[in-house]
């Protein structure tokens, strides 16, 4: 949100509300178990050097849940891995 602020992509008052929502959403960190390893072997079959992105991909699919991201190439990329979407598709789906 910061970054489509900064950009100017979406105004201040919108970032305020979907940074609001974020911090009051009941989040709790999860690392399940395999995460590393999916990641790595992510990693492998999109020829990634870094595992750092796959990570993202790896925790979406393990926790069978979508994957929001403003990353155009993590969604093009990522897509036969997991399900990737951007924000233009939350009106779509």
Same mark, same amino acid.
């Given at each position: 949100?910061?970054?489509?602020?900064?950009? &100017?992509?979406?105004?201040? *008052?919108?970032?305020?509300?979907?940074?609001?929502?974020?911090? !009051? !959403? @009941?989040?709790?960190?999860?690392?399940? /178990?395999?995460?590393? *390893? *999916?990641?790595?072997?992510?990693? @492998?079959?999109?020829?990634?050097? /870094?595992?750092? @992105? !796959? *990570?993202?991909?790896?925790? !979406?699919?393990?926790? &069978?849940?979508?994957?929001?991201?403003?990353?155009? /190439?993590? &969604?093009?990329? +990522?897509? +036969?891995?997991?399900?990737?979407?951007?924000?233009? @598709?939350?009106?779509? /789906?």
């Amino acid at each position: 949100m910061h970054e489509l602020r900064w950009r &100017k992509e979406i105004s201040g *008052e919108l970032a305020a509300i979907a940074l609001n929502r974020l911090a !009051a !959403a @009941d989040v709790s960190p999860r690392r399940p /178990k395999g995460l590393i *390893e *999916e990641a790595w072997r992510i990693a @492998d079959r999109l020829g990634w050097a /870094k595992i750092y @992105d !796959a *990570e993202y991909l790896a925790l !979406a699919r393990l926790l &069978k849940c979508r994957l929001l991201t403003t990353d155009a /190439k993590l &969604k093009a990329a +990522g897509s +036969g891995q997991a399900d990737v979407i951007g924000p233009a @598709d939350l009106l779509l /789906k």
